[in-house]
């Protein structure tokens, strides 16, 4: 069940020797969250986390980057407890969420109340077989909401904010299965603004897409941090340096590096960062 | 192999013995007679299922079709002397039901008419005006039939005086356009709505018990109960559809009813010793494994996707149970909904101990009723003759029952099948 | 979606608190499902507790109490046969030409001082001795009214004590004198009698005056035949239709044959069937066909299996309703189940296993002998057991197909093969039989109590073996998953 992939971690540990992070930088921006030697234990013992400490800028974009299986998926997806659903996790450390100060994995926290503040958009498009109205309206709907022109007006505002709406307005009751692939993974973020949340994550949203649906949600992203705090794990450096104003780049489990994004990708402080950068391994 | 075998012959090899290429020889022909083997008994299915349809048409063709009855002298009359006094049809004369053949007139001028229950044609007549019957001149052994009450195994002798053969046949109006099953009557009705009704009700009731339990608890077992617990509870919930259906029977007709009837006391509603509630409720908790244990398994193939995807949303579980997993693994529970109505269909001893032994045309279920299978079981335990057409009745039930059942299991088949190829 | 920044950091506070009352109640609404969801499960799995708790209070004291069986009679208890009474043609080697019906009763022309002609035709009471060959021997006979089915017969009623010691009679050396408790009489024990004197001292007896029983003096008994009591609990004992002294042996061995002849016949058809369809079958319409065609088989009513029985078994081919007819029936009701159960177990072996062997040169059957077959042995036998657990369970269909449900013999020494038993090992094949379920069946549809109590002594027999081949199968079907890491 757990989804940590150990498998590329030995390999790259044999063309690299050890390696020493560097601290996160301070940053001026106001913070919207910030992680605090968090530390992250799947159910089968294994140790995916380890200390790590990061700030996030509130209405920014902040991209994890790093090889498979350093644990950016693994910390992507403690923001919102996603790994309270398979037994025996272990959070320890903090992740603070502003302005009032909450550890957001505090196991006095309900994570339903964190995952409605904050959203995710998964690496692989999920819509549910329902309706894309329905799909859409799945968060208002599990908050109780039944006010049906409040409703339609989210949808709608979602469906815009995800650049879908001029695609789909016409099919709203067609099932969200039947779009494509790229339209499914937009119908996927219009899914997660319609509750209008605080912090968006996403996971590596654009792996299953063709170039051009990448492009559009590369777009999307930049467009939607004027509202939202978004962190996204990428696979992609390039789209990192496109989009992201900080980068943290993490290897098996640390945080190496964490900076501002073209800090990162032009005069990277540890030397590690910079191998990754430049293709040595990874 | 057979690529091999060639290879093996023409290699020059000095120690190769030339025996071992017979004996591979030897061992293809086993082959083949073992795989021959093998595929009667795969075959054997079609023929079984090929046997069944054969059984049950060869005793359904000739129960529609035409069959001569023999009007006899009431048994209850069959002590003193009478005289026919009166014949009202010639052989060849259409007969209506309730039309009267002849009146015979007992020795204190008490008149009987002769009526027959059914629509047919005059064969010939066996008396004539002012023949005087003497029924003590009947009763050698030749002229004994017996008559079998179904619900006693007692036999009982009676003398019956043939009187004329009439032809007649059961139509399809007859069996499909009446809500009466009275084949074991002299007025003998073949309404198969009345058995049908039966069946349709307490199938309903037990699908009221089944589908909300089992759809709950395979919920709870797919998304609550945690991997360890499920390996546990589940083989014990199966175990509730491995108990011996006529210990189900018992339980339904001595622990259910009675409880039914004292909470029936309290609303001053008069619930009978047989009624189909007790037997359905009873079946419900039967099929609730079959339920549980497919939908379960439709709800855990739905891909775990979409459950962080609804998860992510801030959703419950049970708001992700019903909202997501439901609608997701829908043809999957529909199908787990249309194999355990099957089952029900087709149970047969729960309903033949429980419900009662008399054809009931209602949707009431607080009544008795008899359904299709209770009908089969109730008339085989008889001793009716194997060419008679009571006997035929229970082929014929059999063929409406395997029609219904086979209509349910095959969708349930086709519909399963679809959603193991959706995911 | 248009505010600044600031603005929405003031709502926060607002929107969370809102979210918190909100989280708080669906949350309520989630727990009282998992207790609904585990409720209903628990009550589910309670109705099952409350059907053992039904049966064992019903049934649990019929099943481990023993009872004492009048040692004469027609059937064990039975002495007193209430029927009518008709001349029938002289068959076989019976003296006798009257019949009682049910007919299996005809009696013999041994009736003292009765002349029975007068009684043709009458519904009459018999009391009598069952002789080996199905014919009673007539004590008394006499006419009855229909109201009175149960009516007493006998001039002098039978007596059942204890032999307290016994002693030779003065004068005649041949009689003995017995004492009896608890009643305070002496039994003169007849000249010929089954067991010595001295043997019965201390047994729990049965004291028959007959019809020439007669009381010599007050206190004292002449009897016809004085015999120790047989004592059978429910598994041992006869059927009988006197609730009191019915076990359910017969059923028990009928069933146990029954299903022998059902898993010899089905499990080597239904694990061939499986191996072809695996191992063999091109991917074709008609394999898809034979697929489907099982499945549904699978979900075909076992009524449909009675029926299929009595069409093709009992009338076609003339085996009658025999344990053959049943076994062969029921062979067939549990077919799909091992095939389904085969396919499965060798499914499970990858395919890289086949590879191998194929690869070593065996052929495709010494593949399937020394590896497909051996490493699905157990998902084979956990089907198998599944099978064989439902055809110890059926009804329906050995009803259609003619289980009895009043003989007192086992097939073993059914007396209409009697004769043959010696000659032919399989003759109990032919036997007529009667089944565990068949008797609940029966005993559930009587008004008596006491059958009700037998009907749920049969079935904790029966629930009992469901259960434990059912539990058999979890356990290896646990132990399988456990050992077995492909």
């Known amino acids: 069940m757990t989804t940590t992939t150990t498998d590329t971690a030995p390999a790259a540990k044999s063309s690299k020797p050890a390696y020493t992070p560097t601290p996160a930088v301070k940053i001026n921006d106001p913070l919207k969250a910030s992680v605090n030697k968090f530390n992250f234990y799947y159910g089968n013992g294994f140790h995916a986390l380890q200390d790590i400490s990061m700030p996030i800028a509130e209405y920014k974009v902040t991209a994890l980057i790093g090889p498979s299986g350093c644990g950016k998926s693994t910390l992507l997806r403690s923001f919102n407890r996603m790994h309270d659903l398979y037994a025996k996790n272990k959070y320890v450390g903090d992740i603070t969420l502003m302005p009032e100060n909450i550890n957001l994995v505090g196991p006095e926290l309900d994570p339903i109340e964190i995952r409605m503040r904050v959203s995710m958009v998964f690496q692989k498009p999920n819509p549910f077989p329902k309706s894309i109205f329905e799909n859409v309206a799945f968060g208002l709907r599990v908050r109780g909401e039944s006010n049906a022109s409040y409703v339609n007006e989210r949808v709608e505002t979602a469906l815009r904010g995800a650049a879908l709406w001029d695609e789909v307005k016409d099919k709203l009751d067609h099932s969200g299965m039947a779009l494509s692939g790229g339209q499914q993974q937009r119908l996927c973020i219009a899914r997660a603004l319609a509750t209008d949340p605080e912090i968006l994550l996403f996971d590596e949203p654009t792996a299953a897409l063709d170039p051009i649906s990448t492009a559009k949600v590369e777009e999307l992203v930049i467009e939607l941090k004027k509202t939202v705090t978004i962190i996204i794990v990428t696979h992609n450096m390039q789209q990192g340096a496109r989009i992201a104003d900080y980068t943290a780049f993490m290897y098996l489990g640390k945080l190496i590096e964490f900076d501002e994004t073209n800090k990162i990708f032009t005069t990277p402080s540890n030397p590690m960062t910079e191998q990754y950068l430049t293709g040595r391994f990874g | ?423 | 979606m248009a505010d600044t920044p600031q603005q929405l950091r003031k709502s926060t506070d607002a929107k969370i608190a809102s979210l918190r009352t909100l989280i708080a109640k669906r949350k309520r609404f989630d727990v009282m499902f998992n207790v609904l969801g585990f409720g209903l499960i628990v009550l589910s799995l309670s109705v099952l507790g409350a059907l053992g708790a039904k049966l064992i209070y019903d049934g649990g004291g019929r099943l481990l109490e023993t009872f004492e069986i009048t040692p004469w009679g027609l059937a064990p208890g039975n002495r007193d046969v209430v029927g009518d009474f008709e001349k029938a043609p002289a068959q076989g080697k019976l003296p006798a030409g009257y019949q009682v019906t049910p007919k299996m009763m005809t009696l013999k022309t041994v009736y003292g001082t009765i002349d029975p002609t007068p009684l043709i035709g009458q519904r009459v009471a018999v009391k009598g001795d069952i002789t080996k060959d199905g014919a009673i021997s007539v004590d008394a006979m006499r006419a009855i009214p229909d109201s009175a089915p149960g009516e007493e017969i006998s001039g002098e009623p039978t007596v059942i004590g204890k032999i307290k010691r016994v002693r030779p009679d003065p004068k005649d050396r041949n009689l003995v004198h017995a004492d009896f408790y608890p009643e305070p009489i002496r039994v003169i024990m007849p000249e010929k009698n089954d067991y010595a004197a001295d043997d019965l001292v201390g047994e729990r007896v049965a004291v028959d005056p007959g019809r020439r029983g007669r009381k010599a003096e007050i206190g004292v008994i002449e009897a016809k035949s004085v015999t120790p009591l047989k004592v059978e609990n429910f598994l041992s004992g006869m059927l009988s239709t006197n609730p009191q002294e019915s076990g359910m042996f017969p059923a028990l061995v009928g069933t146990l044959l029954v299903c022998i002849v059902t898993a010899l016949l089905t499990i080597p058809m239904g694990v061939a069937a499986g191996i072809y369809l695996e191992e063999y079958a091109p991917k074709n319409w008609f394999t898809n066909l034979i697929e489907i065609n099982i499945a549904n088989l699978a979900g075909v009513p076992s009524i449909i299996w009675g029926l299929l029985g009595l069409g093709l078994f009992v009338i076609s081919m003339g085996l009658g309703e025999s344990v053959m007819t049943a076994g062969l029936t029921l062979g067939l009701l549990v077919l799909p189940i091992i095939i389904i159960a085969t396919r499965e177990a060798i499914r499970a072996i990858p395919n890289t296993i086949r590879e191998a062997s194929i690869g070593l040169g065996a052929t495709k059957w010494q593949t399937v002998r020394y590896h497909v077959l051996p490493y699905s042995t157990g998902g084979i036998l956990t089907g198998a057991i599944i099978a064989m657990s439902r055809a110890v369970g059926e009804t329906a269909p050995l009803v259609l197909v003619g289980a009895a449900i009043s003989i007192n013999f086992t097939p073993f020494n059914d007396p209409n093969i009697a004769t043959q038993t010696t000659l032919n090992p399989l003759s109990w094949l032919n036997s007529q039989f009667t089944v565990m379920p068949m008797m609940t069946y029966h005993w559930v549809g009587q008004p008596e109590h006491e059958f009700h109590r037998l009907a749920a002594a049969g079935s904790i027999v029966l629930v009992a073996f469901t259960l434990a081949m059912n539990a058999v199968a979890i356990y290896l079907r646990y132990r399988l998953r456990r050992n077995i890491k492909w």
């Open chain 2, 1 to 423: 192999m057979t690529t091999m075998n060639p290879g093996v012959a023409e290699n020059p090899a000095p120690f190769l013995d030339l025996t071992r290429s017979g004996s591979s020889k030897a061992s293809r022909v086993k082959e083949t007679i073992i795989e021959g083997i093998l595929l009667l008994a795969g075959v054997s299915s079609v023929i079984i299922t090929i046997g069944i349809v054969i059984v049950l048409l060869r005793e359904t063709i000739p129960f529609f079709a035409k069959q001569v009855e023999e009007i006899a002298l009431p048994a209850m009359h069959a002590d003193g002397p009478y005289t026919v006094s009166a014949i009202h049809k010639k052989p060849g004369d259409t007969l209506n039901k309730r039309d009267v053949l002849l009146e015979i007139t007992a020795a204190n001028g008490e008149v009987t008419k002769v009526v027959t229950h059914f629509d047919g044609v005059v064969r010939n007549i066996n008396a004539t005006v002012g023949e005087v019957i003497d029924a003590a001149k009947f009763s050698t052994s030749d002229q004994i039939r017996l008559l079998s009450a179904a619900e006693q195994r007692e036999t009982e002798v009676q003398a019956r005086i043939p009187l004329a053969d009439v032809t007649w046949s059961v139509g399809f109006v007859d069996f499909f356009g009446d809500t009466q099953w009275t084949p074991a009557f002299a007025d003998k009705r073949f309404g198969i709505w009345a058995l049908i009704a039966g069946t349709v009700v307490t199938t309903l009731v037990a699908i009221f018990v089944a589908v909300p339990v089992g759809t709950i608890s395979a919920i709870w077992l797919s998304e609550y109960c945690n991997a360890s617990f499920r390996e546990i509870i589940k083989p014990i919930l199966e175990l509730l559809s491995a108990v011996p259906t006529v210990v189900y029977g018992y339980f339904a007709l001595l622990a259910i009813t009675p409880v039914l009837q004292t909470i029936g006391g309290w609303f001053g509603i008069d619930v009978p010793g047989f009624n189909m509630l007790s037997a359905g409720l009873v079946m419900g908790v039967m099929i609730i494994p079959y339920v549980a244990s497919l939908s379960e398994d439709a709800m855990r193939s739905v891909p775990m996707q979409l459950r962080e995807g609804s998860y992510a949303m801030g959703a419950t579980r049970v708001q992700t149970a019903t909202k997501v997993i439901l609608p997701a693994a829908f043809s999957g529970v529909t199908a787990a909904y249309i194999l355990g109505i099957a089952r029900a269909i087709g149970e047969t001893m729960i309903v033949a101990i429980a419900a009662g032994q008399m054809p009931n045309f209602t949707a009431n279920p607080k009544e008795g009723g008899q359904t299709l299978t209770a009908f089969i079981v109730g008339m085989s335990k008889g001793d009716t003759p194997h060419d008679s057409l009571e006997y035929r009745t229970i082929f014929v039930c059999g063929l409406v029952l395997l029609i219904m059942t086979l209509f349910f299991n095959v969708t349930g088949y086709m519909i399963r099948k679809r959603y193991r190829e959706a995911y």
